[in-house]
């Protein structure tokens, strides 16, 4: 699905759109493709899932034990969660930002100049550098703290609601 939404973006913002929607796009991605036109990317998606994931999780964890100190039944306010959650979420669009333009330009209309994620990492830094590892970081940013801050003051008061229906 991440690599059909990538193409379909991209073919949405070229100057002749020809995707007509979602079964027309997906059944010429597959023609012209074949079923690994779909799964194009699929290394560096697992991969900046799973840091996404390992980073959000670690700084989360560190952040809320910190704030616990040594008293694991003091509460905390939705509003501090949101913060350590946000700043988790900051903390993974800058340690796998690299991964999300690689996986982007992998699932994209031009991922044929690729062979693969290596080839694709290196020749993004041959010819455009190593700041392009990070292009689109201030919009994902802002997604993303917002997404990750409202996601973490969910669970934790579904938590809490779970803990006390289920000591």
Known sequence: METIKVKFIHDQ???APRYRGFYHGVREIIREQGLRGTYQGLTPTILKQGSNQAIRFFVMTSLRNWYLGDDPNKTIHPIITGSFGAIAGAASVFGNTPLDVIKTRMQGLEAHKYKNTLDCASQIL???GPLAFY???????GRVCLDVAIVFVIYEEVVKVLNRVWK
């Open 13 to 15: 913002a070229s100057n």
């Open 135 to 141: 292009k689109g970081t201030i919009p994902r940013l």
């Open 126 to 128: 041959r010819k455009e």
